[in-house]
């Protein structure tokens, strides 16, 4: 089994900036692509950033040049730096972890975290 556990949410002002932490433990051979998304109240949830093992990275249009995603294969963490924050921005957000192989020839399975609130306002 594999668990997420993110870290570093957390009440900010607009402008402000927050790092999220998202490290996977458990049985790991390897993780195809690690990712971000997000779920504001009333809406659906949406992908923020995600980075493949190689360092291909892709982002939301809305987050473009403010948040920045990072990730340390050896300690299977994925990190999300957000800068210039807006209360658009407000929303629990999610870990994912695609693509978890147990062993080398082991089937990919995908998994979530618990989500941490990240609440933008003065």
């Known amino acids: 089994q594999v668990q997420l556990v993110e870290s570093g949410g957390g009440l900010v002002q607009p402008g402000g900036s927050l790092r999220l932490s998202c490290a996977a433990s458990?049985?790991?051979?390897?993780?195809?692509?690690m990712g971000w998304y997000r779920q504001a109240p009333g809406k659906e949830r949406e992908l923020v950033a995600g980075?493949?093992?190689?360092?291909?990275?892709n982002y939301a249009y809305s987050v473009k040049g403010r948040f920045t995603i990072s990730r340390d294969n050896a300690k299977n963490t994925v990190y999300l730096q957000m800068n210039s924050l807006k209360p658009e921005d407000t929303a629990v957000y999610y870990c994912?972890?695609?693509?978890?192989?147990?062993?080398?020839?082991?089937?990919?399975?995908?998994?979530w975290g618990k989500g941490t609130l990240v609440t933008v306002s003065s």
């Open positions: 980075i493949t093992s190689g360092g291909d990275t």
């Open positions: 458990g049985s790991i051979f390897s993780i195809n692509a």
């Open positions: 994912n972890a695609a693509g978890v192989r147990a062993t080398m020839r082991g089937y990919g399975m995908d998994y």
